[in-house]
């Protein structure tokens, strides 16, 4: 059961313009996100999270966009560099208690720069 | 500032050997600690957390052990490794307070023969 869903595996976009990745989650419970990019051979690099009492918070270039109602977040990069060229994995946690926060990751999105 | 150090990079083992990876985090006190891996063509799953020395949760039932001898030291073991413990382990630490980032080491890429 797949509680995080990225459902487009690969996304190309023009430099410059705006780079948007989606991701959906069924589990109510869950109240953080957060969005990490990934190289070959790396450990994924956090970039931005939200809280489920904020819908939208910005760092940069980045976005991210939480719909509560619609169980759904998206990241927006803008403008898009060919250095973004990664795989970009949302994830979300919530629902236990105590201090550690076990995410449950999407299985991640392809974004490919053009220059 | 704060860093992960994840060894060794890779690791080639026969079936039945013992396995000890370690993960090690600078700059920062008391942190929480995530052992995760990755089978091929699957998504990110969590194995163990600890949120203290000595202090080990475990997510799934499986052949892998884990230990917090140190408060930044965190090892994952085996006492005999199978097939399907190939894939691409991933140490992390958050700080304790809530709704804090994970941050990822850069990974063990274990094949077993």
């Known amino acids: ?115 | 500032s704060q860093t992960i150090h994840q060894w060794p990079a890779t690791l080639v083992q026969p079936v039945g050997s013992p396995l000890s990876l370690e993960c090690t985090v600078e700059g920062t006190s008391n942190p929480n600690l995530y052992w995760y891996r990755q089978a091929a063509g699957r998504g990110l799953q969590l194995l163990f957390y600890s949120v203290g020395i000595g202090q080990i949760s475990s997510e799934v039932p499986q052949n892998l052990s884990a230990s917090r001898p140190q408060d930044r030291q965190f090892i994952l073991s085996s006492k005999k490794l199978l097939l399907s413990d190939s894939g691409f382990y991933l140490c992390a630490w958050s700080a304790g307070q809530q709704y804090q980032p994970q941050h990822f080491g850069d990974g063990t890429r274990l094949s077993i023969l």
């Open chain 1, 1 to 115: 059961d797949q509680q995080v869903k990225q459902n487009s595996p690969s996304l190309s976009v023009q430099e410059g313009r705006i780079s948007i990745l989606n991701c959906d989650y069924t589990n109510s419970m869950f109240d953080y996100f957060l969005w990490y990019k990934k190289y070959p051979a790396e450990g994924p690099t956090f970039l931005i999270s939200i809280s489920s009492i904020k819908d939208k918070n910005e760092d940069g270039r980045f976005t991210v966009f939480l719909n509560k109602s619609a169980k759904h977040l998206s990241l927006h990069i803008v403008p898009s560099q060919p250095g973004d060229s990664a795989v970009y994995f949302c994830a979300a946690s919530g629902g236990v208690s105590g201090s550690a926060r076990q995410l449950t990751f999407g299985s991640g999105t392809q974004l490919t720069v053009l220059p």
